[in-house]
């Protein structure tokens, strides 16, 4: 099963990809946490990368199509994958259709996690993620058992820069005006499950694999 999960920043995508990926079994590509690995690693993309995401500003197409052309051709997403974070605009979701296509492959379900304006602003700039294994954990709504310690495996937990309020704004005007209109392209392919992203954790998983063994909306 080829998915894909959407959302504005803090809809709780990668922490339900996390859940999607080891019950199903796909691996979990999240252009986000690759990105951030390209910056901390130094390499010519994460250089090129750094400016537009410490802005909080998409970064360009070419170079996204291009991560996602390779990663998609690895092995390990013959039997499926959950793309997080891409596509984010339509040319990225052109993109990614022609990649497909190439291999006789196609997008089979689309969750995307509703979540209102006042909800995002507070889990992103609660947000915090362990060094280590790339856990998500928040201050109030999902805290570690142990304050600054990811439970899973011990790591120090850290806030992205990019979380903060007034960065948040731009990656919410982002998000409006370049990623929204995919919303319609993926309901029109008939793909689309709408989910309520405001629920607790447990509950939009149990929403989200009624989704994805069900038919879309
Ligand atoms: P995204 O990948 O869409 O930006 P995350 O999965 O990182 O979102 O979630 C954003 C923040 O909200 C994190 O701090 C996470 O722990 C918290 N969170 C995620 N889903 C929920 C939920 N259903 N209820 C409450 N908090 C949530
Ligand atoms: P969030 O979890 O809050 O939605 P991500 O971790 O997915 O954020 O992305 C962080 C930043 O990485 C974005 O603000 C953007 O600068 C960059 N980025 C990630 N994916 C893409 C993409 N598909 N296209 C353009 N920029 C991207
Ligand atoms: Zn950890």
Redesign the pocket.
Known sequence: MNVLIMG???AG??TQAAMIAGEFGIPHI????A??LAVDQGTAMGQL?KG??ER????P?DV?NGIVRERLGQDDCRGGFLL??????VP?AEALDGILAESGRKIDRVVYLDVDRELLLER?TGRRVCRSCGATYHVRFHPPAKPGVCDKCGGELYQRK?DSAETVRT?LE?YDKKTAPLLAYYRERGVLCRIDGAKPIAEVSEDIRRCLRGPAE
């Open positions: 504005a920043p803090g995508k990668g999240s252009t986000g946490d990105l951030r990368a537009y995401m909080g500003e998409l970064v197409d996204m997080d974070g891409f596509p984010r605009t990225q992103v990019d990656r982002e």
